[in-house]
């Protein structure tokens, strides 16, 4: 078993499920993401084999026919699916975010109506906040529902959804009109269902195509324009009186993606680590391995050195919130520490890799074009330093 990035304290059922996703992973993903990665080819047999194994529904109660996980297990298994590749992770990691909000929050109706379809798979999330113009800065969001009724009535356009064609079901934060005193308390999350599909794909609601991104391939990333998509109140997250409850009903989604995204970190750094360590022990310069020279041992020891501060942060910040205690401090720091450390060693790997690194035949190449991309999903870094301050001048006020 490699030495890096073990976890202590996990079940018998949590290391049995960690190793068949890990098997999965050697023989399903890593063999086929070259070639679907470099085509922008949707891997569905991949999320064939991982309907089969129940991954959709891993965190979802026993009750609506998930295995009843937690997010440490998840993260851990999203940590082993982004080390075959990332993309196989985004599939299924806002997938577990709305399947997360409506167990947390959502209605017995929508509970017993969506989640046993979202366990097996048959009904995949997706998760929407960002605009053209409104990324970080969630109080700037347009698009907006206004009251008709027992309807509201949606128009907007949202941006960066990762499965917003093969979803069914999209979590959607817009502005609603409660007479609040802040914005926050002014937004309200929806369920908008829809077909799997590109096109106008529920009445209003259209899902123009994919757009073409430097890396992250093979899962669609979409835009999503509503144009006077009419819904009933129960589509409101938790139902009508949870109109105005968005914001943090969403916030307590991001604690969750935060803590996945930092996982994903960890897995294309083990990744990179695997391929820079082989790669130095077979190539040969003047007259002996690479790994024998110090400027490349050091840069391993350094490398291993941020893979185990990095996955140490995360299961940390996952164990917090499977406790129930609140993690948004230690979950940034997981998210900005893993994220900027990924970053920092796949560039190790791939200095390692030398000229051969550049090739597209190599695997690494992919992941140069991968690592940038956590740097900013679920929140910039500049914006996690932002939470993780403001949290610790609070615990640490005079």
């Not at 409506?102 to 109706?109: D, K, L, P, T, V």
């Not at 959607?172 to 609040?180: N, Y």
């Not at 900005?336 to 790997?349: D, G, I, N, R």
Request: aromatic share 8%; with cysteine.
């Amino acid at each position: 078993m490699a030495r890096l990035a073990q976890t202590p304290g996990l079940t018998d059922v949590q290391r049995s499920i960690l190793e068949t996703v890990r098997e999965f992973a050697d023989k399903e993903i890593i063999p086929h993401a070259q070639r679907l990665e470099h085509a922008d080819e949707y891997p569905a047999d991949i999320i064939e084999g991982m309907r089969e194994m129940g991954l959709f529904g891993l965190t979802i109660a026993e009750e609506y026919g998930g295995l009843g996980e937690s997010l440490l297990t998840y993260a851990l298994a999203v940590e082993e699916l982004s080390r075959g590749w990332m993309s196989i992770s985004g599939i299924v990691n806002t997938h577990f975010i709305v399947a997360y909000l409506i167990s947390q929050h959502g209605s017995a109706e929508q509970k017993s109506r969506l989640l046993p379809k979202m366990a097996t798979g048959e009904v995949r999330g997706a998760f929407s906040m960002s605009e053209p113009e409104c990324g970080s800065d969630v109080a700037a969001i347009k698009s907006r529902a206004v009251r008709d009724g027992d309807r509201f009535v949606i128009n907007g356009q949202k941006m960066w959804l990762t499965n917003g064609a093969y979803s069914s079901v999209v979590a959607t934060l817009v502005k609603t009109d409660t007479g609040a005193d802040s914005v926050y308390g002014n937004m309200s999350t929806f369920l908008l269902e829809k077909e799997p599909g590109f096109g106008e794909t529920a009445p209003g609601l259209t899902i123009p195509g994919k757009i073409d991104k430097m890396g992250y391939k093979g899962v669609e990333t979409t835009e999503m324009v509503l144009d006077g998509v009419t819904v009933p109140a129960s589509a409101v997250l938790g139902g009508e009186e949870r109109v105005g409850r968005g914001f943090y009903q969403m916030m307590d989604g991001i604690e969750v993606g935060r803590v996945n995204v930092a996982a994903r970190a960890c897995g294309i750094s083990i990744r990179a680590f695997e391929l820079a360590v082989a790669y130095a022990q077979q190539r040969r310069t003047f007259g002996q391995p690479l790994a024998r020279h110090q400027a490349v041992a050091f840069k391993l020891a350094e490398m291993g050195t941020k893979i185990e501060a990095a996955h140490a942060l995360m299961v940390n910040a996952a164990r917090l919130k499977d406790a129930g205690q609140r993690n948004d401090v230690e979950a940034g720091m997981a998210k900005l520490l893993a994220s900027e450390y990924c970053a920092e060693v796949v560039q190790e790997a791939f200095r390692i890799h030398g000229g051969y690194g550049y090739s597209k035949e190599y695997e690494i190449e992919r992941l140069m074009r991968e690592a940038p991309f956590l740097l900013i999903g679920e929140g910039t870094s500049e914006i996690q330093k932002t939470i993780i301050s403001r949290g610790l001048l609070k615990e640490y006020k005079l």
